[in-house]
């Protein structure tokens, strides 16, 4: 292309955004009024709805779509933590054989970890309405979290130092019993 057809091109586009900065037409103060008032005027179980809707389209997003639909704040930002390399899945393998992807941060601690299983299974559980309370202190104390064979028994040791990575599984464990 020549620089005079460049230059027509380029003058055409200056032109187009000119005629079309004149059809907007901005609102007047008047309006935001209104518009404030309506949303006043509301119900409660409208602006609900509403809300839900806005959620229900943001979940479809390719990003956050293997969210739940009465997802948290917390799940989407761990999930965009995710999608940023700044935390990882790891994935708990239960005794009934139920994997939980549970997402932590980059340098999570055991404890971490144990936080967000009992967090991942309170939200399980009152989306589903299962057992209302768990005793996470029997939990642990009945039970180790353990990786390619060894116990996770301090909870101050990062799941980096046990060679934890992304999307790998670590199982529970009964404990035995000291007589």
Request: glycine fraction near 6%.
């Amino acid at each position: 292309m020549e620089k005079q057809d460049v230059d027509t091109v380029e003058q055409g586009l200056i032109k187009d955004e000119k005629t079309e900065d004149k059809d907007i037409v901005e609102p007047g103060p008047d309006a935001e009024e209104e518009e404030e008032d309506d949303e006043e005027n509301l119900p409660h179980s409208e602006i609900l709805d509403i809300f839900e809707e806005g959620l229900a389209r943001l979940v479809q997003d390719p990003l956050l779509c293997d969210l739940p639909i009465q997802v948290t704040l917390e799940e989407v930002n761990s999930q965009i933590a995710l999608e940023y390399g700044q935390a990882m899945t790891v994935r708990v393998l239960k005794a009934d054989g139920e994997v939980m992807p549970i997402v932590v941060v980059q340098n999570a601690t055991v404890l971490d970890l144990k936080k967000a299983i009992s967090r991942y299974m309170e939200l399980k559980q009152q989306r589903e309405g299962g057992v209302k309370y768990v005793s996470w202190r029997y939990v642990w104390s009945t039970y180790h979290l353990v990786f390619q064979g060894e116990k996770l028994e301090d909870d101050k040791i990062r799941l980096k130092d046990y060679g934890i990575r992304n999307r790998d599984e670590v199982t529970f464990m009964k404990r035995l019993r000291k007589k």
